[in-house]
């Protein structure tokens, strides 16, 4: 098959095509290349991904239409994989306009390539961040999710009604898959634990937020990949819709379209992943407790019964293998990246 993958220079795009490109399929990679985080680590990923003959790249913004028209017309895609965006729960109270123009704009500019080229299936990442605060556990789809404790939970949601809309207006087959957590290698340094892989390692405080009492549904990265390729088969329609019993389809009367949990229903208390962390690397973290930040919510809990009526597969991964998997990385990460910044530093 032939995909259109946008934010292929960033930890899940980078991953997602890598599997396809393994499996002899061919990608069109679509990143900004933003200074979100070290660009060095985005080039890093990319340049893995060029090496395969079947993978073409496009540097440009989302909200530049001719650059992803370039893209689609390079070979045109069976599928779009939607992945680019503006992340990060915290930075939006810093930056919200970066948020709008990605997150919004961005994404509507992917519909509108998605209503000219017509794909067999178009998917959308989404973030748990969009059930907020809601107490009831665990998350299902199907559940209230209109009370966005942050702006970047606001823009995915609204990425999603506009993705609705697109699918009922023209028809195009839409997946929004809403992710929980997902960490492993190459993962990105604003993330718990590359920051705290890397504060143990360097000697430095931790920071433990809510004091290590919020709990997270972590998926490990390889875990959604096998899920976002199960669910690229799954293109919506009535043909497909669940019927199991205790099973609640999100597939759209209205239009082509469904939502999907990607994560395994299997919430760790922050404590307990920083204790795992500690393990993995062999020595203490210097403990700094310290209360929820603004926007942060208390708890994330998929409830993976559709993936699972779906696909046949819910994420797995025990946390204790995960981080074992980002530790081993991260040691070899950094050891190949001290030679490149010398000689960086030599040249400048």
Do not use: C
């Not at 969009?130 to 556990?137: L, M, R, S």
């Not at 999907?260 to 993995?280: D, K, M, S, Y």
Request: charged share 20%; no cysteine.
């Amino acid at each position: 098959m032939r995909y259109l993958i946008t934010g292929t220079a960033g930890f899940i795009g980078f991953h997602l095509a890598r599997r396809l490109l393994e499996a002899g399929h061919s990608v069109t990679g679509f990143d900004g290349m933003t200074p979100y985080y070290d660009v060095s680590l985005k080039r890093r990923r990319h340049g893995i991904l060029e090496s395969y003959p079947n993978f073409d790249p496009i540097i440009g913004m989302l909200e530049d239409t001719a650059a992803l028209d370039r893209a689609a017309a390079i070979e045109q895609p069976d599928a779009i994989v939607h992945l680019a965006a503006q992340a990060g729960v915290r930075y939006s109270l810093e930056n919200p306009q970066a948020y709008v123009t990605s997150n919004l704009t961005g994404s509507w500019t992917v519909l509108e390539l998605a209503k000219r080229i017509r794909p067999k299936h178009l998917l959308l990442a989404s973030s748990s961040s969009i059930y907020g605060a809601n107490e009831k556990v665990p998350f299902a789809e199907t559940d209230h999710a209109d009370e966005p404790l942050t702006l970047y939970a606001a823009t995915k949601k609204a990425m999603e009604a506009m993705g609705h809309s697109y699918a009922h207006l023209y028809k195009i087959p839409t997946t929004a898959f809403r992710f929980f957590t997902v960490y492993g290698p190459w993962g990105r340094p604003d993330m718990a634990l590359f920051k705290f892989t890397d504060a143990i390692l360097n000697g430095r405080p931790l920071d433990i937020y809510g004091e290590g009492k919020m709990s997270r549904d972590f998926t490990y990265i390889d875990d959604l990949v096998e899920a976002i390729i199960r669910l690229i088969a799954v293109v919506p329609d009535e043909e497909n819709r669940v019927t199991a019993p205790g099973v609640e389809d999100t597939l759209s009367r209205h239009a082509p379209f469904r939502i999907v949990n990607i994560g395994g229903g299997q919430p760790v208390e922050l404590i307990r992943f920083v204790e795992t962390v500690e393990a993995a690397i062999g020595q203490p973290a210097i403990r700094r407790m310290l209360p929820m930040q603004k926007g942060d919510v208390p708890r994330t809990y998929a409830l993976p019964d559709l993936l699972q009526a779906l696909t046949g597969f819910v994420p797995q991964m025990p946390v204790e293998r995960g981080v074992l998997e980002f530790v081993e990385w991260y040691k070899t990460w950094k050891r190949e990246e001290a030679p490149q910044k010398l000689v960086t530093s030599a040249v400048s």
